[in-house]
């Protein structure tokens, strides 16, 4: 909720100002958009006569004013179902208009909305609404984006299996064929966000359970007979003696054993970068997917180290280029 005062200096100098609204439109009533019904009184002459204006509420004065910039945030747009609030806000999407408000030019009105192909809950617009706006169909993001964004946002505050699991497994990132309602929980990018979160959290016995609830039973199943291949995995001092036990491990124990190698690197220590060469021979895709799954700092760090192996340079320029294309 904006302070008033906050509010009131805002109305002096609006040119100083960036407003960003963002309206929840499953959530919200028509006087959001159209004000507040007042009545009046007026004296014309002898006769008093009443009538009824509508007071804007503080989004729709603020987005008025001649000299702001911002933007207008309509979520949910393909979610509204009632008639009347539909009737508003393509009103507001063709005249730019709050009730009696006008927003400012330097306004923009930006709407998002699921497709109804991917929502029992979703219908299409008007064709006005599609005439007067600039569609883009957003794409969901790749498993390493996903990771990229999880290593940035959350650092080290999210359990990093998961990130060795879908880089094993990309398949399983993005569920197919959902239904359009269900209360079976099933695999997306916000479930797997919501279960690396919530792994780092709960004790190991537990991992199980949570994951069923987040990802479905299947690929809940399939993520602990994977994290179970940690036992196959031999400990980081064993694989800076032996690089070469990398060779031997199978496919779902090397992703693990390079999540090892890479939390426990040290820049001090040629062997780790020896480890990397081995690596880079029997399966280099995963070691840029554990690499990205560091926070940037520690990205950083690792990758200028491994540059000095001349093996793993043109990796780590790849793979920076990667990271370009990824942020």
Not at 2 to 24: A, C, G, M, V
Request: hydrophobic share 45%; net charge negative; proline share 7%.
């Amino acid at each position: 909720m904006l302070e008033n005062s906050t509010f009131f200096y805002i109305l002096q100098h609006p040119e100083n100002y960036y407003i960003f609204i963002d309206l929840r439109l499953t959530r919200v009533d028509p006087t959001d958009l159209t004000g507040i019904p007042r009545s009046r009184t007026i004296r014309v002459g002898e006769r008093e006569l009443q009538y009824a204006e509508y007071e804007p509420l503080k989004h729709a004065l603020l987005l008025s004013l001649p000299n702001i910039a911002g933007m207008l945030f309509l979520d949910e747009l393909t979610n509204v179902q009632r008639l009347d609030l539909q009737a508003l806000i393509f009103e507001l999407i063709w005249d730019r208009r709050l009730g009696d408000r006008v927003l400012s030019p330097l306004v923009r009105v930006v709407a998002a909305g699921n497709d109804p192909e991917y929502s029992s809950v979703a219908g299409e617009l008007p064709s006005p609404v599609i005439s007067r706006a600039l569609i883009f169909k957003i794409e969901p993001p790749t498993t390493q984006e996903w990771i990229s964004f999880m290593s940035s946002t959350y650092e080290d505050e999210w359990a990093k299996e998961i990130a060795a699991f879908l880089s094993r497994f990309p398949e399983h990132f993005i569920a197919t064929n959902i239904p359009p309602s269900t209360l079976q929980p099933y695999p997306c990018p916000r479930s797997w966000t919501l279960l690396a979160i919530t792994l780092s959290r709960v004790p190991r016995e537990l991992w199980a359970a949570v994951a069923a609830a987040t990802v479905g039973e299947e690929t809940a199943r399939l993520l602990i007979t994977f994290l179970d291949k940690a036992s196959e995995v031999p400990p980081v001092e064993e694989i800076l003696k032996n690089p070469a036990l990398l060779r031997s491990l199978s496919l779902d124990a090397l992703y693990l054993a390079t999540l090892q190698l890479a939390e426990n690197f040290n820049i001090a220590e040629r062997r780790f970068i020896t480890a990397f060469e081995v690596l880079a021979d029997v399966k280099r895709d995963v070691l840029v997917a554990t690499m990205l799954s560091l926070p940037p700092e520690k990205r950083g760090r690792m990758a200028s180290a491994l540059s000095q192996s001349e093996k793993l340079r043109k990796i780590i320029l790849e793979m920076g280029s990667m990271l370009r294309e990824v942020r």
